[in-house]
Each structure stands twice: as C-alpha cells, then as structure tokens.
C-alpha cells in the first residue's frame, strides 16, 4: 500500500468533516474519492498533505508514519498536490510557475545566490530543465514563456499539475482538476491524467464530473458527511445504494 | 548593435553616479544625495521582505535606528573602532531582527503589518526612554565619521558620498543575485501562496525568517551608516513618520520591484527638499500623489514602466503574428 489511512477523524469544533475513515491506495492505481458538496473530500486531502492534523487516526506512506509531519516534509517524501483554484503567480510567466517547483529537490542556500557558486548554477539548470520536461509532459512547452494571466483556464490547471510534478512525486491528489473547464478540455485532461497513471504515477482525484470519475478510475471511495459510504470499482459504485441515496436523496429501494 | 540596452544603460547611471561629485560643486547636493542613498539602502531591505517575500513591515524604521544607535553607543561610549562597530551594528540588529521575526512572522498579512508596527513603536519608546543608555531625548552626539582605510580618509562630502554609493551598489547587487536566485524564486513562491508553497515542499518559516533577518540586516546597515555620516541621533530616526516615509519612497518607486527603492526614495527626497519652502503643507502634495499611484501604479513607477515595456512588445510581437497569419490566409 502506498498510501493507507487508519480511523482518520477530523473534528472542526462539533463537526465531524472527516469521520473514522480508513482508505488505502495502491501504487499505480487511479483513485478517486468522490461524495456530495461539504462530504469532507477537500479536508480528507488536507489531512494527507499535512495542512490540517487529524483530530485522531493515523496516515502512512509506504508503512512510515508521516501523520505529524508538516506540508512541506510531506512534498518532499514524493507526496504531491494541487488545489481546487490554481493559486498561480498570474504576473509571471508559466516557466517561471514551474522551475520554483523542483526547489525542494536542491540544496542551494543565501550565501549560494549571493556569491552565484557553481552549485547554484548547476540547481538553477536543473530546475529549468526539469520544468521544461514537465511542461512537456503536460503538453505546455509551446506556452512555457507566456504569462499566466493570458492562458486559458484549462492551460491554468495544467501548469498546476506540470508544478506539482516537478517535485518528483511518487503520488499526486488532484483536487477537481476538471472544474471549471468544458467539456473538450475535459476529455484532454483525462487523457494527461492516464498518461501520467501509465508512466507509473500513483493518482488520487477529487472529481464532481460523474463520467470522467466513471471513465477514470480504479478505486473510488464514497464519502457523506464526513464517513465513508462505500467504496470499490466504478461499476459496484454505480450500483450502490448508499450511494444513489447520498446523491438522489430518498431511498433507491422504494 | 542597440547601444540602448538596459545594461549600457546601468553602466551609465553608474559612470554618472562615480563623476558627480565632479560636476555638482555645491556640497548640498552631495549631501542630499549621499542621504538618500542612505534610505535606499533601508528601504532595499524592507522591499525584499515585502515585496519579494510578501510581508508588509513597519518595524523597520526601528531597526534603522537599532543600527544607528548600535553604532553610536559603541563608539561614543565604548570607543570602538568605527569599522568594527559598523559590523557589530549589524550583527545586533540582526540578532534582535532574528528573535522579534520568530514571534511575529507566525503573524499573516495585516496582522503581520499591526504587529511589527507595535514593534517598531516599542522599539522607539525604549531608545526613547532608556536615558542611561541613549541619553533619551537629549540624543547620541559626537558620532565619528567612517575610520581610514590606510590612505583613504572620509572627512570630505565626496569621499563619504563614495563609501556610501558602494554600499548601495553592492546593497543593490546583492538583492539583485538573491531575486534571481531560487532562493528569489522561493520568496516569491511564498508571496504568491504560502499554501501553495508549502505542498511543494519549501519550508515557509526557515525562508520568511531569513529575508526578515537578511531585510533588519539592510535597515541596520542604513541605520549605522546615517549615524556617521549624520553623527547626531535622536530617538525621532526610529519613529513611525521615518516608517511611513520609507514605505512611501518603496510604493512610489515600485513595491517589489528592483530598481523602485532607488527611483522612489531618490524622487521623493529630491522632490521633498525643493519643496521645503511649503513646509508640512508638502504633503498636500504627497497624499494625492500617493493614493493615485496605489490606486493606477500598484506596482509604483518602475511597476508602470515595465508593464508599459512588455504591453509595448507584446503589441509588436501580435503585429507581427497577424503578419504572419494574413500571409497564410493569402498563402
């Protein structure tokens, strides 16, 4: 397993937005975690990436413990991630987005920058490299020197991916990547999401988009007010209960 | 080959810079410029933590004075070397930048700025004060001017308007090798989203920390540097009028900008000085001026000019795209 959760319970106050859930994802699987708007996904992510401690409950990656670990040691382990809106730098241009990304994959400090050493130049060469081959991979590198504010939203939430990939993860929470974006771009999207499964990258997305979830997954769990409803292959999901009842309200049964 | 490129264009301003002393023969022009070198070098500081680094100080007219006071306590009443106490002055005002950027730093955005203007008041109270050791109001007098380097004395306007410039260059320099470092890019990184920056793997406080001790470093150096050259401080150098102006020379020239600190700071000092004769009622003049550069110039008038620049290439670079484009439709 790479990535497992154990009771993981966060409590805002009174509200239980992520209740006793355990969730296992397997290396190279697309995962995806779906539910109702307020279902306690987003906060489910937060938890793994370390911007919210759990109120109990354990997270493991590859069996270590990294539930007390802050954010950014958590992005170095090769735990990568995106936000619903693209938090870009919209005055720069999409390059300069992406090179930042690979800085925690080098060493150089202050005394570094101010004197230039050779090391700084090397990092800096690395990271534009590395940037560029992730804009390619992404399918970027023709916008790489355009500035954010002047690409499309679609383009916006590729450069976002391309930045979480240039950290080198192991595995990537993609928080809606397809919101927002019609429905051409959508099926591009999908595409970028398989190629990036089939060149070994574990995926775990949020998604309200029922047909690219469908089309894409391996694994889907079902979350509703914060539990866990269900959880399987997108066909068994389709045919659950619980879960046409969290959606449609009422009971299926009757 | 352009003779007008930007770095012909450096090199000139620097020439210039070099040689006035040589063309203006009043002192008083020397004079003001040397000082307003002296608050560039500050307000360098205060644009790396705040424009590069997103964190709006206004502590540090405080830690001006920190440097300043450092200076001239240790060379009035410790009788150390000028040379060895300018050092010292920045190490302690790095010191006190280090432990007040631990505590206020777990502060964001305006709480940030309220909770560093309150340092930066503490700090002009207790200089204010401490008579026993600043002799409160009365101010620090007798301040020596910068020791000799062998040979080279700095008791003429010139020769201390030249130690100052290299200050400001290799100020200047330096800011410009850290902006365009990754260091640079993780500040900016944390400036844009400190959320962001954290998923992709920089630790915010390690690096936020660093620009706030490395920007009292710039304010402390300023600080220390218009002691000697002033050689009277009062606890006024640490007040909040001294923040507000540094702030204004920083949003006018440009916030997060290289070359706005100078441009600012160098405009408003001359611009302030020849309109002296208004006296307080300078900043009729100065109000509006700000608000209508906040409000079209957010990025002050270096933002402007470059933002000019890049809209102008951008308009030559479409052109040149629909020449292209009617040439394939006709092709």
Redesign the interface.
Known sequence: MLIETKNLTKRFGGLAAVNNVDFSMEKGRINAIIGPNGAGKSTFFNLI???HRPTSGTVLFKGIDITKL????I??LGI??T?QTT???DQ?TVL?NV???H??R?K???V???L?TKR?KR??AA?RDKAMEVLEIVGLTESADRIVSSISQEEKKRTAIA??L??EPEIIFLDEPAAGINPDETEGLTELIKKLNRSGLTICLIEHKMHMIMNLADHIMVLNYGEKIAEGTPKEIRRNEAVIKAYLGGSASA | MKILTKRNGIIALIIFAFSFPFIAQNDYYLHMLTLSFIWAIAVYGINLLSGYTGYLSLAHAGFFAIGAYSLGLLTVKAGMNFWLALVCACLITCALGFLIGLIALRTKEHFFAIYTLCVGYIIYLVIDKWEGLTEGVRGLIGIPAPGNIGPITFDTAASQYYLVLIFLLAVILIVYRIIRSLTGRTYMAIRNSEDLAQTIGISTMKNKLTAFVLSTFFAGLAGALYASFIRFIGPDIGSTAIMFDLLMYLLVGGIGTLSGPLVGTLLLVILSQNLQFLQEYRMLIFGPLLTVIIIFYPRGIAGAFFDWQRKRKDNTLSGVRGELHIKAEEG
């Open positions: 990436s370390g911007f802050p954010a950014n040691e992005a170095g990568s991630r936000f938090s870009l730098f720069s300069d090179i930042v990304g800085r925690l080098t150089s400090n202050l570094d920058a101010i230039r700084l990092e800096e990271c930045l979480a240039a950290t």
